[in-house]
């Protein structure tokens, strides 16, 4: 059986309706939340001084993850935004075969300014995407294993992406059926994300069974087993980048396993963060 085969994803049901209704008070209180947290924060282990790249989710731009950048900063990472504005504002897209022209020349763009970091600071950047950013991040990371050190995503649809709140919505604006893109484009959309060569870079992927867009058909990272760990968390959406527990995860695993929280060790965190394998 090909790879391509198993990558596509045919669970395509949507987000909860309640879920995507709430997400914005969700975010609000998530954010708001962070900002009670930094003391707890400052328990997490320090940070070795590497670069950070955040990488924003769709039409996000840089302002999005500037709260999640502080928190690394705090930390003790040279955090850094991608620089490129506005993510897919500039895209002109009837199909998703137009998409992907889009979205292998954004890619291109970032890996310019990866390879400029790693050449400016001899040392490998970790990228942190959210969303669509995660997918550009994932597809990076095959690519170019020698710039980039590991990969976060936040919240990435990964499988056919009839399996979020706002496909439907995407290509009407685009001036077409929902239903109209062909089964083989959708599968090329999908094996993109893995088909840059082979794996040698960790993947975390966070995904949150209360997603407001991702269906949970879709939200799992299937790269290689070997790198690719996924790990449910309790956010909404578009509060990924705002969620102090989110913020928690990734401060935790951006060091070695023998620095990291004992709480998290130990699984003390109980329905808030869920690992499978």
């Not at 309706?17 to 708001?32: D, M, W």
């Not at 939340?33 to 320090?46: M, N, W």
């Not at 790693?118 to 690519?143: D, E, M, N, P, Q």
């Not at 290689?224 to 990734?250: K, Q």
Request: aromatic share 8%; glycine share 10%; proline share 5%.
């Amino acid at each position: 059986m090909n790879t391509a085969t198993t990558r596509f994803v045919a669970d395509l049901r949507p987000p909860k309706l309640r879920h995507s209704i709430s997400e914005l008070g969700r975010v609000a209180l998530e954010a708001g939340t962070s900002a009670l947290c930094k003391g707890i924060f400052k328990t997490l282990p320090d940070g070795d001084g590497h670069t950070v790249m955040t990488i924003p989710g769709f039409m996000g731009a840089d302002g999005s993850t500037a709260m999640l950048r502080s928190f690394l900063n705090d930390r003790g990472y040279r955090a850094i935004p991608w620089g490129l504005g506005r993510n897919a504002s500039e895209a002109r897209a009837n199909t998703m075969e137009d998409f992907m022209v889009h979205r292998a020349e954004v890619e291109n763009k970032i890996a310019a300014r990866i390879e400029q970091e790693f050449l400016a600071t001899g040392r490998k950047l970790t990228l942190i995407g959210w969303s669509l950013g995660g997918l550009y991040a994932v597809a990076l990371a095959h690519r170019f294993p020698q710039w980039i050190r590991q990969v976060i995503t936040l919240g990435t649809p990964f499988g056919d992406p009839r399996g979020t709140a706002l496909y439907s919505v995407m290509a009407r604006m685009n001036q077409r059926a929902p239903g109209e893109e062909s089964e083989e484009s959708l599968q090329r959309w999908v094996d993109y994300t893995y088909g840059g060569g082979e794996l040698r870079v960790p993947i975390l992927t966070l995904y949150s069974e209360s997603d407001g867009i991702v269906g949970m058909g879709i939200a799992r990272c299937e790269a290689d087993p070997r790198y690719e760990t996924n790990i449910a968390v309790m956010a909404s959406h578009v509060g990924f980048p705002f969620t102090p527990l989110v913020c928690a995860v990734i401060g935790n695993h951006l060091v070695s396993p023998d620095r990291r929280w004992r709480i998290c060790q130990r699984g003390r965190l109980g329905s808030l963060v869920r690992v499978d394998r």
